[in-house]
Each structure stands twice: as C-alpha cells, then as structure tokens.
C-alpha cells in the first residue's frame, strides 16, 4: 500500500489526514509525521507503537510514526507554513480547518469521513491543586479570590487553552443568569491571576510544577 493509504487508515483511528500523492506501489518501510498539540505526545507514543504493530502484523510492512507537539494553533500554522504533516490530531476544528482554508493540504468534508464527525475523544477541564489545597480551590469561583494565581495557557496559541476559557465563560454564564457584563467581568478577573500565559498546555505544567 502506499504512503496515501496508511495516511488514510491512520487518519481513521485518530483525527484527518493531510492529503499528498497519488496511489503507486508499497514502501517496504513507511515513516510518518503526525502533528499534533501539546498534552498529548504520551497519547500518541503508546497508540503509534500499538498501530505499527497492528500494521506490521496485518500486512507485513513497518510504518514509524513520529510526532510534532505544540500548541494547537501553532501547529496548524507550522501545517500551513509548510511543515510535511501525514497526519493532523489537533486541538479545535478551527485550527484543522485553517489548514483546509488556507493551505488546501485537507479536504473540506473531512468531517464526515470518520464517526462522531472525526473526533475519537474527548477531554474535561481538571484543577491542578497544591499538596493539601491550601487554597480551598473547588470551583471556578474559588479562581477569582485574592491571593490565588492560575496557570493556563495563552488561547492565542493553545487550543487546550480555548477550551479551558470556554469552560469559565460557560460557568460564569450559567452563574451569572446569562448577563454577558458579569461574564467578561468574571473572564477579565480570572485572567488577571495569571501570571504567565506559555503557549502550550506542556509549558503551563511545566511553570505550575518547577516555578510555583
């Protein structure tokens, strides 16, 4: 099979894939490149090295996957600029469909070749507390009290961290009975307790770890 094909085949267990080339004969020894956001590369170690089992096991060849992390949105750039991607698993639909828009590596209907519109997972939002919780963090409000600092990182570039802004405007929104001055009130003081914004979800873990 050629390389096309194992993007397709892996595209179906994961995100899309970024379509190049035209069907030819196999490669004994196939390598690809999934790019991909930055929380995720022990993910992706453990599937690539089961799925190149399986491969190997189903048709005889071997296909090495390597990967590229960072921030959602800067990933997708990275695709657009020209980086070779096989495959994308990124954060957030806009950030897959800049590559479609702007670099044309995707087909637009990529949602409807796989289940559940190409999406394989989901994910939640969790606090990450100090030994003990010495700040008596529960809940989204408890984020906003004086003398709490918050790591997350910068939406700008990460889209864990979108989602992470999502999640307080939602919360603020149901809170604050859908009154959208007291939610951006509530965003606006959340924000200002971050310290630093990193552009990844990997660098956040890092300063919330080695620097706090």
Request: proline content about 4%.
């Amino acid at each position: 099979m050629t390389k096309p094909h194992f993007k397709k085949l892996l595209g179906a267990l994961v995100a899309t894939s970024v379509q190049f080339g035209t069907l030819g004969f196999a490669f004994a020894d196939t390598t690809l490149l999934n790019v991909s956001y930055d929380p995720t590369r022990e993910l992706y170690k453990a599937y690539d090295e089961a799925f190149a089992a399986h491969w190997k096991a189903e048709t005889g060849e071997t296909v090495t996957i390597q990967q590229s992390h960072g921030g959602s949105g800067a990933q997708a750039r990275a695709v657009i600029d020209g980086l070779d991607a096989d495959v994308v698993t990124l954060a957030l639909e806009g950030d897959i469909n800049a590559i479609v828009s702007k670099a044309k590596k995707i087909n637009p209907d990529w949602r409807k070749k796989f289940e559940n519109n190409s999406a394989p997972y989901t994910s939640t939002i969790i606090f990450l507390v100090r030994k003990g919780n010495p700040k008596g963090i529960h809940d989204w409000n408890d984020l906003i009290k004086d003398g709490v600092q918050v790591i997350t990182p910068n939406p700008k570039t990460s889209g864990g961290a979108r989602w992470n802004y999502l999640a307080a405007w939602a919360y603020a929104n149901a809170n604050d009975g859908g009154d959208e001055a007291k939610t951006k009130e509530f965003i606006a003081k959340l924000y200002s307790q971050v310290p630093v914004l990193d552009t990844g979800a990997r660098g956040s873990t890092v300063t919330f770890a080695q620097k706090g």
